[in-house]
C-alpha cells in the first residue's frame, strides 16, 4: 500500500495527533483556560465542527493533551528501564530524567503549570494511570536488581512504590514548585539514599 | 506575686492566646475566609478595635492560627524526639504521630484544609519556619542514632533532610489529602525504608 491510498484509521491517528499538538502550543502561547476550541480549529483550518468529531468536548483535549506530554515522560522512562547499565544505574537515571522532563514541561512554563494544577485540583484520571505506568517501570527495575544480586530480595512491586514515594519532590509539578527555595536534598541525593534502603532490604 | 496583682504582659499574651483560640474554632465552624475580625471580637465580647490593638491585620491572625496548629505539632515531636527509646523507635514515633496529628488538624477539617492552601499557594514564611523545626528533630534522633551505633554514621543534617523529604507524602496535609486513595506505601513501611538507608548509610 501506498503512502496516498493510505487508510482512514491512520489519517484520524493523524487529526487527533495534529489537534492535540497544536492545542499543546496554544496552552503555552496563551494559557490553557483562555485556548479555545475555536482557536485550536482556526490554527488547523478546520471547523469547530471538525474538532467535535475527534474530541467531544474541550475537557477531552485538555486530558488528551495532559496524556501526550505524560506519554512523552513514560516513553523516554522506558527506554532508560529497559536500558543499558545496572539497576543502579537505571534507577539513578530514571528519576532525574523525571525532574527534568517534568520540570522542562510543567514549571519553566508557567502557563502550562496552570494546567496541570488543574489536573490535581480536579483529579484527572490520567494522572493515576501516570503514576501507575512509572511504578511499573521502577518495579522492572528494582526487580532486575534484586534478581542480579544487586539489592536485597524483597517485593520489588513494594519497593518501587516506596521509592517513587521517596522520590515524590521530584516529579510532582506542584511539590517541585512549592519546594523550589529549599534545594537539599538534591534528586541525586534521594537516589542514593534510596539505593541504599535497596541494598540493605528491609527487614520484615 | 499573686494571681491578682498579674504582670500586664502574662496578660496581653493571655488575651493574644484567647484571641488565637477563638479564631481558630470560627476557622473550623465557618469557615476561614468567612470569619472577620468582627466575628472574633464579638465571641470575645470585645471591640474589634481592641482586637486590632494585638494583630495589625485579618492576615497576621490567620497566620498566629496556622502557628499555634503547627506549634503543637512540634511540641508532640519534641517530646518524642527527646524522650525514650532508641532512635529507630523515635523516627517511627515521630513520623507516624506528624502524619496523624496532621490528618487530626487538617484533613478532617475541610474549612481547615481551605486555611492550609492558602498558606501553601500564598507561601506563608511560617511554613518554612515548621519543617526546618521538625528537621532539627530528625537530625537529634538521626545523630543520637549514629553516635549509639545504630544507623551507620554521616552527615546527620543531610539524612534528617533526606527522610523528611522522603516522608513529605506523610507530612504535607495538601498530598495527603491527594494521594488518600492511594493507601501504599504506607507510613509504617516508608519509615522502615528510610531506617534501612539509615542502617546501610549512603556510600559517597
Known amino acids: 500500500m501506498s503512502n496516498v491510498t493510505e487508510a482512514p484509521a491512520s489519517r484520524e491517528a493523524e487529526t487527533r495527533a495534529r489537534i492535540v499538538a497544536t492545542a499543546e502550543r496554544l496552552f503555552r502561547e496563551i494559557g490553557f483556560q483562555k485556548t479555545t476550541v475555536a482557536d485550536i480549529a482556526r490554527e488547523l483550518r478546520m471547523s469547530p465542527a471538525n474538532v ?90 528494582i526487580a532486575a536488581g534484586m534478581d542480579a544480586g ?27 514548585v512549592e519546594c523550589a527555595d529549599r534545594p537539599e536534598p538534591a534528586s541525586v541525593q534521594m537516589v542514593e539514599f534510596c539505593l541504599a534502603a535497596l541494598r540493605r532490604g528491609v527487614s520484615r
Open 52 to 141: 467535535y468529531r475527534f474530541f467531544g468536548s474541550k475537557a477531552e483535549i485538555h486530558v488528551a493533551v495532559a496524556r501526550q506530554l505524560m506519554g512523552e515522560v513514560e516513553a523516554a522512562a522506558r527506554r532508560i528501564a529497559f536500558g543499558q547499565g545496572s539497576a543502579a544505574e537505571r534507577l539513578r537515571a530514571l528519576i532525574v530524567s523525571i525532574e527534568s522532563l517534568n520540570a522542562d514541561r510543567y514549571i519553566a512554563d508557567r502557563k502550562l503549570h496552570d494546567m496541570v494544577e488543574a489536573a490535581l485540583d480536579q483529579h484527572w484520571p490520567t494522572i493515576d494511570e501516570h503514576i501507575d505506568r512509572i511504578d511499573a517501570l521502577f518495579e522492572a527495575v
Open 150 to 176: 544487586e539489592f536485597e530480595k524483597g517485593d520489588a512491586g513494594l519497593a518501587a512504590k516506596l521509592v517513587h514515594t521517596a522520590c515524590i519532590r521530584f516529579c510532582h509539578p506542584r511539590l517541585m
